[in-house]
């Protein structure tokens, strides 16, 4: 499969807690990117992460990349209602310039 | 950021018409593009990887006859879905980048519904 796992599928959190979302991935890449999708839309780049690079923070939002273990984790902390999307990672692997997707995490913030 | 135009964002066709689906790269050159399928609750599927000026690379699986991507100029990709059936129907969407390694910009999608 061209995909890339994430976990869990779906998660359900109350407003003001944390999230925590994983992916791991099969090949070798030149880096991560992390996307967000609400229901039926296009796709909202959220924050890159380089393969030599191991965390990286944006307002809310930390991605931590383990090259070793072919995973990345997206933190978004003090969650809010907002935040309802399905989550996605996409690796770009160093053998050519395609982007494959993560099978995606589903997130719901309950207010 | 960059803006990456996709047309139309949705459409209705009837089962054995063909529809065709722009994908425009705004305010940047993109050496690559990319074309996607989305099924309900799924992740992007990559159906292709499209070059200016050479022809599309596609992903195991994807049938090249049935879906023509055309990379005319560094600033447009069409995808067209030739002879469509129901079960084409689905969520495209294409994406563009400047350069190797960059982010990747998405078009909004287009909704195909064959009937």
């Known amino acids: 499969s061209q995909q890339g796992e994430e976990d869990p599928q779906a998660l359900s959190i109350q407003e003001g807690e944390n999230a925590t979302m994983n992916c791991s991935y099969k090949?070798?890449?030149?880096?991560l990117q992390w996307y967000r999708q609400n229901s039926g839309r296009g796709l909202v780049h959220l924050i890159l992460?380089?393969?030599?690079?191991r965390e990286k923070h944006s307002g809310r939002l930390r991605v931590t990349l383990d090259t070793s273990k072919k995973s990345s984790s997206l933190l978004i902390t003090a969650s809010r209602a907002a935040d309802t999307a399905s989550y996605f990672c996409?690796?770009?692997?160093?053998?050519?310039?395609?982007?494959?997707f993560g099978t995606g995490t589903s997130l719901t913030v309950i207010p | 950021g960059a803006v990456v135009s996709q047309h139309p964002s949705w459409v209705i066709c009837k089962s054995g018409t063909s529809v065709k689906i722009e994908c425009r790269s705004l305010d940047f050159q993109a050496t690559t593009m990319f074309w996607y399928r989305q099924f309900p609750k799924q992740s992007l599927m990559l159906m292709a990887t499209?070059?200016?000026?050479?022809?599309?690379?596609?992903e195991q699986g994807v049938e090249k006859d049935k879906f023509l991507i055309n990379h005319a100029s560094l600033t447009l990709s069409t995808l067209t879905v030739t002879s469509a059936h129901p079960e084409d129907s689905s969520f495209y969407i294409c994406?563009?980048?400047?350069?190797?390694?960059?982010?990747?910009?998405f078009g909004q999608g287009t909704r195909l519904t064959v009937v």
């Open positions: 499209s070059n200016e000026g050479s022809k599309a690379t596609y």
């Open positions: 996409a690796t770009d692997p160093n053998t050519g310039n395609q982007f494959y």
């Open positions: 090949t070798s890449i030149n880096n």
């Open positions: 994406s563009a980048i400047p350069f190797v390694g960059s982010e990747a910009f």
């Open positions: 992460i380089r393969s030599n690079e």
